[in-house]
C-alpha cells in the first residue's frame, strides 16, 4: 500500500506545510518527488511532456512565474494531467495563488501546499523519498513474513530473507505480534510506523513491520535472555505511544536471529492465532498449549477429517453447537457454560449428553469426551476464521 499526502505531512520537513486548497485530495498515493523549475519557464525550451513521474509530491519557488502569474495556472493543470498527487510551493514570491488556481485545485481534489522560507528543498525531497523507501521496504518484508510463517523454508533461505529485512540484527530475535483484539479499535499502524521513523533510539533495538491487521515488533540483543527483551519491548511501546490496554501483545520464544527467524515469527504469530480462537490473550507461545501443533496442523487431511466428523452433526443445531463452543470456551467448565448460555448446569449436562449420542462418543469417559470436543472445536474455529 502506498504512502498517501496525508502521511507524509507527519515527516519532519513537512509538518510546517500549509494546506491551501484541495484538501479532499489528502488521500492520493506518492511514490516520488520532484521539483518545478525550468520545466514550466517560457524562455527555456523543453520538449519533455512527462517531466515528472506519476504520483509525484512536485514543489517549486514558482520563480518561472515570477513575472507572470499566469504560469502558475498552467503549469498546476500540467502537473494534475500528469497524474501528480499534490503541489507544495515556497511562499515567497507569491504569498497567494490567483483564485481561479485555488478553484481548479478544489474541483479536481489536487491538493496544494504552501511552506516558508526556512524550509529546504533538499530535505522536503529527502525525507519524501526516504519515506517512499521504507515503505517498499515495510511492504516487502510483510510479504516475505507471510512465506516464513507459512511455508517450512531451508535455513538458508531464512537467512537470505532476514537480511532482506535488517542487516543490523544483534545475536537474538524476538518476534511480538501487536494487534487490537478482534472487537477492539483498528490499530493505527501508519502513526506507529511514523514514529519508528522518527525515532533514531530504537532501530538498533527493534525492527517494526506491517503484517496483516497489526504489525511485527522484531526486537533483538546480544543476550538471550527474557527479560532483555521486556525491557526493550516496554522501551518500544511506550516510545511508539501504543496503548497495552486496547492491543494484544503477543510474544515468541527467544531465537537466533538469522537463521531461526522464521520461528520467531510463526510463534509471534500463532500466539496472535490463538487468543482469537480462545477470545483471551495469550501473552507468549509458551502457554498457548494444543494450539502449538493444532495450528500448523489445521491444513491437514486426517484433523481436518477428525473435525468434521464431529462437528457435522451440530452444524444445524444451534443450540447444541452454541453450548460447545461455549463449554470448550469456559475449558469444560459446567456452572460458567450455564451462566453464559443462561441456563441451569443440569441443561448443560443434558445437551453434552445428547452431543456425545450425535457425535458417537457416548462410551468416552468425560476427560477423553473434553478433550476430543476441544480439539475438534478448535480446529473448526481456526476454519471459519481463515482470514487470520
Known amino acids: 500500500m502506498a504512502l498517501k499526502v496525508k502521511d507524509i505531512l507527519q515527516l519532519q520537513s513537512l509538518q510546517g ?7 479532499r485530495g489528502l488521500e492520493r498515493a506518492v511514490c516520488s518527488a ?29 520563480l518561472f512565474a515570477k ?32 483564485q481561479e488556481v485555488v478553484k481548479f485545485s478544489n474541483d479536481k481534489n489536487f491538493p496544494i ?5 526556512n524550509v529546504y528543498f533538499e530535505n522536503i525531497i529527502y525525507e519524501i523519498m526516504d519515506a517512499v523507501q521504507q515503505e517498499d521496504t515495510l511492504i516487502l518484508a510483510e510479504q516475505n513474513i507471510l512465506k516464513m510463517i507459512e511455508y517450512q523454508l531451508p ?42 521513523y522518527l ?10 513491520c506491517r503484517y496483516r491487521k497489526g504489525l511485527f515488533m522484531i526486537l533483538t540483543s546480544a543476550f538471550s535472555q527474557p527479560e532483555k527483551f521486556e525491557v526493550i519491548l516496554n522501551e518500544a511501546m511506550e516510545s511508539l505511544s501504543i496503548d497495552e490496554e486496547k492491543v494484544w501483545v503477543c510474544r515468541s520464544n527467544v531465537h537466533r536471529s538469522y537463521d531461526q527467524l522464521d ?57 447444541f453447537l452454541h453450548t460447545c463452543l461455549t463449554f470448550v470456551h469456559n475449558k469444560g467448565d459446567l456452572n460458567a457454560t450455564a451462566y453464559d448460555c443462561a441456563c441451569h448446569p443440569n441443561t448443560i449436562r443434558y445437551r453434552l449428553s445428547k452431543v456425545k449420542e450425535m457425535t458417537g462418543l457416548e462410551s468416552k469417559t468425560e476427560a477423553e469426551f473434553y478433550a476430543e470436543l476441544s480439539a ?11 482470514g487470520l
Open 17 to 23: 506545510m500549509k494546506l491551501v486548497s484541495g484538501e
Open 34 to 62: 520532484g521539483i518545478a523549475d525550468y520545466e514550466f519557464a517560457s524562455e527555456i525550451e523543453y520538449d519533455n511532456d512527462m517531466p515528472f513521474d506519476k504520483d509525484s509530491f512536485i514543489i517549486s519557488s514558482l
Open 67 to 98: 513575472n507572470d502569474e499566469k504560469k502558475i495556472m498552467e503549469a498546476v493543470r500540467k502537473l494534475y494531467e500528469m497524474g501528480t498527487s499534490a503541489f507544495a510551493y515556497k511562499d515567497i514570491i507569491y504569498g497567494q495563488l490567483p
Open 113 to 117: 501546499f504552501a511552506f516558508g522560507q
Open 155 to 196: 535455513k538458508e533461505e531464512v537467512t537470505s530473507i532476514s537480511k532482506s529485512i535488517s542487516l543490523f540484527f544483534k545475536e537474538y530475535a524476538m518476534a511480538v505480534y501487536v494487534s487490537p483484539p478482534p472487537d477492539g479499535e483498528k490499530l493505527d499502524v501508519r502513526r506507529i510506523l511514523r514514529s519508528f
Open 199 to 208: 525515532n533514531k533510539g530504537l532501530k538498533n533495538k527493534c525492527i517494526l
Open 263 to 319: 520461528l520467531c515469527l510463526r510463534e509471534g504469530w500463532h500466539t496472535y492465532a490463538a487468543s482469537v480462537i480462545d477470545g483471551r490473550p495469550y501473552e507468549g507461545y509458551h502457554q498457548i498449549g494444543m494450539f502449538r501443533y493444532l495450528i500448523p496442523l489445521s491444513g491437514n487431511f486426517a484433523m481436518q477429517q477428525f473435525a468434521d466428523d464431529l462437528m457435522t452433526p451440530l452444524l444445524d443445531k444451534e443450540e
Open 376 to 386: 475438534a472445536v478448535r480446529l473448526y474455529l481456526l476454519k471459519e476464521q481463515a
